[in-house]
């Protein structure tokens, strides 16, 4: 593997430490539900979620690392609860909300995070392979959203939900499905917007573009060399990045805002050429020059 295209996610010594421009105390108080909270952009927010004088509880399927990092948010001074859960089961969803609410009773904002696609051709992407990808990041969302909002209701209590999708908007060749569910995220985030405001609901979304952290790694080599030319400022983004953006959308900073999406991508949706399986010869620039030569 290229040192240009090794990614890891940032260690926790960073974490700790990294400067923000965010006031200590921001979040006493407050309590964040943060799903995909054990590693990656989930782990980076709930760390800062924390640092700022928050709580937070963190969802995921792996129970060991979301009780590593529970240990890491405690030991930064705050109280981190994980719930290892599926957001695919609305069962399991409500469950979740219900803990929720029993050890904090009350919860100011929800991180939809969690979430996951595989690099493959549109043509070969089996049923089960595009259920499993939409009922993740879309369905599971939706219920997450949902379950939240009509507890918010219940009890009178304002909320406040940021979702993580991704910088679909010149298309996502390779991960069509995540393209797909990420799409209906923002225009479903866009809807209960309106909906959900007499409950003083705000809901936004965040679309991160190439943010290196292990993830990256999922991928072919030419893949991640992809990722690090898929903005005009030609370098990856970090967890930081995202983590900060979905402060500045939690707190008061981003009162006024809802219904919108924060790009946060270094400018591809404007300029980049992500391929997550590695650029088709089809598409290389030498490959468009020696046909242009050939007049096709």
């Not at 979301?66 to 859960?85: C, D, N, V, Y």
């Not at 050890?103 to 979430?115: F, H, P, Q, S």
Request: proline share 3%; net charge neutral.
């Amino acid at each position: 593997m290229s040192e240009t295209v090794k990614a890891a996610d940032m260690s926790e010594a960073e974490i700790a430490s990294r400067a923000t421009v965010y006031r200590d105390g921001l979040f006493r108080g407050q309590v964040a539900l943060i799903s995909g909270g054990g590693t990656g952009l989930g782990k980076a927010a709930a760390a800062l979620f924390v640092r700022l004088g928050g709580s937070v509880v963190i969802c995921g399927r792996n129970s060991e690392r979301l009780k590593e990092t529970a240990e890491f948010l405690r030991s930064l001074g705050g109280k981190a609860t994980p719930i290892a859960m599926t957001i695919r089961d609305p069962e399991q969803v409500a469950q979740l909300m219900d803990r929720v609410w029993d050890e904090y009773d009350r919860l100011d904002v929800l991180v939809n995070n969690a979430g996951g696609q595989f690099a493959q051709a549109t043509m070969d992407v089996s049923a089960n392979g595009w259920k499993a990808v939409v009922d993740t990041n879309l369905n599971g969302t939706f219920y997450m959203m949902q379950q939240a909002a009509r507890r918010w209701r219940e009890r009178g209590q304002p909320g406040n939900i940021i979702n993580i999708v991704a910088a679909f908007w010149r298309g996502l060749p390779q991960v069509a499905h995540t393209c797909a569910a990420r799409a209906g995220v923002v225009f479903l985030t866009r809807t209960v917007a309106i909906e959900w405001a007499p409950h003083r609901i705000r809901a936004n979304c965040i679309a991160p573009g190439t943010i290196r952290t292990d993830a990256f790694n999922y991928y072919s080599e030419t893949g991640r060399a992809s990722f690090e030319q898929a903005n005009p400022m030609l370098h990856a983004g970090d967890p930081w990045d995202i983590a900060e953006a979905i402060v500045y959308l939690a707190s008061d900073a981003g009162k006024f805002v809802t219904g919108e999406v924060l790009n946060v991508d270094g400018g591809q949706q404007l300029w980049g050429d992500p391929w997550f399986a590695g650029r088709p010869a089809y598409f290389e620039l030498d490959y468009a020059a020696s046909r242009l030569r050939e007049g096709q």
